[in-house]
């Protein structure tokens, strides 16, 4: 079975940044997207990239500020976010899969992270 262990989340100013990262603990499983979930709305993605980093997508309200990242040799993912606004205010989970490819959607993901809580104050 595979954990997924997220770490970074916390409580920031507006305009500040933050870096989630999340590592997989099984090689054969590699963290490729993040989605986060804001209170009363739905999980949405924010942001997904190949094994390879080559192909990358981010959501329209996440570009220009966010920057999601692999390091293949840690099996480590990351979501760099900076000029963060109060609508960014999620719990944000990462999400890992068995395959290369890009991914957007929550379906065809094999595995999640517990979720860490992004909080940004005005």
Known sequence: QVQLVE???????????????????????????????????EREIVAATSWS????????????????????????MYLQMNSLKPEDTAVYYCAARKSFSLLTTERGYDAW???TQVTVSS
Do not use: H
């Open 53 to 76: 980093g080559g192909n990358l997508y981010y959501t329209d309200s996440v570009k220009g500020r966010f920057t999601i990242s692999r390091d293949n040799a840690k099996n480590t």
């Open 7 to 41: 770490t970074g989340g916390g409580l920031v100013r507006a305009g500040g940044s933050l870096r989630l990262s999340c590592a997989a603990t099984e090689r054969a499983t590699y963290p490729m997207g993040w989605f986060r979930q804001a209170p009363r709305k």
């Open 113 to 115: 992270g517990q979720g």
